[in-house]
């Protein structure tokens, strides 16, 4: 039976601080460190879901240092790591550096949970060249890993939507990620918070309405089995490897923002 673990990457400095992240590359927090550690710990001990066997993760730091530190603890580095843009956490356009509370109270409750948790809520976009779209030449190696899955390129954003993390996502999911399910392997993906709830709703068909109330904490690994045929979930909710951490954790993203 293949077995998707997915998790949020460790707290991020950014995250510590109150700011909007998106693809400005930040590192992991001390406790963020601690979360990946914890996570490892938490998939060791599964007995009926083995060991990954190939890991994806987006080309930011703080996915990929969560990444290696679990990695690690399980003694399993020497397995391949795909990374790509397309898990890269959502583009949060001209509002990234920016500290939550601030822009809260500058664009009032409304616009900011629209622009959170909505699932067409997009902030406003980054002019072309500006420092807050966070490019550079580390974008330049997907082109080719692209090229082989069959994906077109087009423009990188400025600024996006969770609809259109699921665009970028799918594609990406299907070309690369099933396959390696359809072995019947077990694949680990270290992305971000907004990917993690992409992914949950295509998987989980989730309502563009019910999307906005799932919040999804730093660093607990969620368990996802699945039909080695159809290669959908075998049960109707995700899997939690530490369910009460989850909630308490879940509760203060929802919160971001509303308290320094």
């Given at each position: 039976m293949p077995h998707l673990i997915v998790l949020r990457h460790g707290e991020s400095e950014w995250n510590k601080t109150n700011k909007f992240c998106g693809w400005v590359d930040v590192s992991l927090s001390e406790n963020g460190k601690k979360q990946a550690e914890r996570s490892a710990e938490l998939l060791l001990k599964q007995k009926e879901v083995g060991k990954p066997d190939i890991?994806?993760?987006?080309?930011?730091?703080?996915?990929?240092?969560?990444?290696?530190?679990?990695?690690?603890?399980?003694?399993?580095l020497f397995i391949d790591t795909d990374k790509t843009w397309r898990l890269n956490e959502r583009h949060y356009g001209a509002f990234q550096g920016r500290d939550k509370t601030e822009v809260l109270a500058e664009v009032g409750k409304e616009k900011y949970m629209f622009v959170r948790r909505a699932y067409t809520g997009c902030p406003p976009l980054c002019d072309p060249d500006a420092e807050?779209?966070?490019?550079?030449?580390?974008?330049?190696?997907?082109?080719?890993?692209?090229?082989?899955?069959?994906?077109?390129?087009?423009?990188?954003?400025?600024?996006?939507?969770?609809e259109m993390v699921v665009g970028?996502?799918?594609?990406?999911?299907?070309?690369?990620?099933?396959?390696?399910?359809?072995?019947?392997?077990?694949?680990?993906?270290?992305?971000?918070?907004?990917?993690?709830?992409?992914?949950?709703?295509?998987?989980?068909?989730?309502?563009?309405?019910?999307?906005?109330?799932v919040n999804i904490p730093n660093g607990?690994?969620?368990?996802?089995?699945?039909?080695?045929?159809?290669?959908?979930?075998?049960?109707?909710?995700?899997?939690?490897?530490?369910?009460?951490?989850?909630k308490v954790e879940a509760e203060k993203v929802r919160l971001q923002g509303f308290k320094k």
């Open positions: 890991c994806f993760t987006s080309r930011l730091t703080r996915a990929n240092q969560t990444a290696e530190i679990i990695l690690d603890r399980m003694h399993r807050c779209r966070s490019l550079d030449d580390r974008y330049n190696l997907d082109a080719e890993d692209e090229k082989k899955l069959g994906l077109s390129g087009g423009e990188m954003p400025r600024g996006e939507s969770l970028r996502l799918v594609p990406y999911y299907k070309a690369a990620i099933e396959p390696e399910l359809a072995k019947g392997r077990t694949v680990l993906v270290v992305t971000h918070g907004s990917v993690v709830r992409a992914l949950l709703k295509v998987l989980y068909s989730i309502s563009d309405d019910d999307i906005s109330e607990i690994p969620i368990k996802i089995d699945l039909d080695a045929e159809t290669l959908k979930p075998r049960k109707d909710k995700w899997e939690y490897l530490d369910p009460e951490r989850a």
